[in-house]
């Protein structure tokens, strides 16, 4: 099997991992974990999916440093996807939230460092081989997307979204992909005499980018829009599974299929990444983020607008605007970090905006958000689905304009031309 199959292979099984729990885990929680009625389980649910964020401010870092110096990149990755499957596998016999908090805190601090491991060590092996990795690399990256969407099925098919049976599932998958990491090419650790201070190592050195206003601004939307980035994770499926509560909706296919449905944002987020070289060349870097955040408006907007029955045209849109959303600003806010900062700490500031959106924006959107659930839950735990869903559609619209009238940015069309081919 050549290089590129292998990867594609990684790719695929990296996020297939993922897509098994990610979306269901809030609807399991709710479903599980409230009898009795436990009217503060929406905080308990954001607080569980913010640890995401808690691990991705150091855990990264710590496994990046082990892997350049200490043990080879492939080793690594395949012993951070063995730890984070027993977590999963731990996951799977915990009872109440608090257990679980612990339980994915847990699984995080070793799944979530894999994500740019494993991009990491696609980009060394194909250098090795002389490929073009930009180019190279994202038909393989693709994969990964088709690997969550499928987790998403195949979950969702089984029956698996409100039992324990989707974090055997993913135990499993994250053993099988952390043994397949053992065969992968070897990747050797540097050898470099290079003096580097520990915080140089952390890339701690971008944090220089903060002298600059401008910069200083961009990375606190960056933070603010991520905490929007995960609310539909938490929260979509637990409201979908609402509606099966009223004999109008319960045999509906929003209902039955919740993840199949959403998987339809993830579908839309691979076509949506196609159309970015276009907005970029016609309408600037301010403008594709400012297009995103709209989108995050109308995202959630429409899940407030919309049911299984007459409205399912609406929640089919919220999936659809949903690739606009995340890709527009994830995509655009990169190549923008990477066109303001210095070539020596472009990785370390690739980074920071990581750290900023799904670290510490990760972390203020799960408080955020749990607490808004549990605000218009009331003492019988019914929700108020769609107040909860125009709040967050209020969020999103005052971080748009305030982006729109404080973030000064001049568009230089010249600039994007690489983007054309």
């Known amino acids: 099997m050549n290089l590129k199959s292998r990867l594609t292979i990684l790719s695929f099984l990296q996020f297939f991992i993922w897509g ?3 979306i269901s885990l809030g609807g399991y929680m709710f479903a599980n974990f409230n009898n009795p009625i436990d009217p503060n389980l929406g905080s308990k649910v954001g607080n569980t999916y913010g640890t995401m964020g808690w691990a991705s401010l150091f855990m990264p870092a710590l496994i990046g440093i082990i892997a350049d110096k200490y043990i080879r990149a492939e080793i690594m990755l395949g012993i951070s996807h063995i730890i984070a499957g027993a977590g999963l596998y731990y996951a799977s016999t915990v009872t109440n939230a608090g257990d679980m908090y612990w339980a994915i805190f847990f699984v995080s601090c070793f799944y979530m460092p894999t994500i740019g491991l494993s991009n990491s060590v696609s980009y060394s092996l194909l250098s090795k081989q002389n490929l073009d990795v930009q180019k190279t690399f994202a038909p393989i990256r693709v994969w990964g997307t088709v690997g969550f969407i499928v987790a998403e ?3 969702d098919l089984l029956g698996w979204t409100q039992n324990n049976n989707q974090f055997y599932f993913a135990a499993v998958a994250g053993i099988i992909t952390g043994l397949y990491c053992f065969t992968l090419p070897r990747i050797e650790t540097s050898k470099s005499t290079e003096k580097k201070s520990f915080a140089t190592r952390l890339g701690l050195d971008a944090f220089q980018l903060f002298k600059s206003p401008m910069m200083t601004k961009f990375f606190l939307f960056a933070m603010f829009l991520g905490a929007a980035l995960q609310i539909t994770n938490m929260f979509g499926n637990p409201f979908l599974g609402d509606f099966g509560k009223t004999t109008e909706y319960a045999e509906s296919f929003a209902v039955k299929h919740s993840n199949i449905l959403i998987s339809l944002s993830q579908i839309s987020e691979t076509l949506f990444i ?3 070289p276009f907005f970029l060349k016609r309408f600037g870097i301010k403008q594709v983020m400012l297009i995103s955040m709209i989108a995050w408006v109308l995202r959630f907007a429409l899940f407030g607008l919309g049911n299984p029955g007459t409205g399912l045209s609406l929640l089919i849109l919220s999936m659809i605007v949903y690739g606009m ?13 990477d066109r303001e900062a210095k070539p020596g700490i472009r990785a370390s500031a690739q980074g920071l905006f990581m750290l900023m959106t799904n670290g510490l924006g990760a972390i203020l959107g799960g408080i955020f958000a749990g607490q808004v659930v549990d605000y218009f839950t ?8 769609p107040s909860i869903w125009y709040s967050f559609a209020a ?9 729109f009238v404080t973030f000064k940015y001049k568009h230089d069309p010249n600039s994007l031309k690489s983007l054309e081919h």
Not at 329 to 335: C, K, M, V, Y
Not at 395 to 403: E, G, P, R
């Open 153 to 155: 099925w195949a979950v």
């Open 20 to 22: 098994i729990w990610l």
């Open 395 to 403: 969020y999103s619209l005052v971080i748009a304009i305030l982006f």
């Open 325 to 337: 959303a995340f890709d527009f600003f994830n995509i655009s806010g990169s190549l923008f970090v």
């Open 378 to 385: 009331d003492a019988a735990g019914v929700k108020d689905w």
């Open 274 to 276: 196609l159309a970015i």
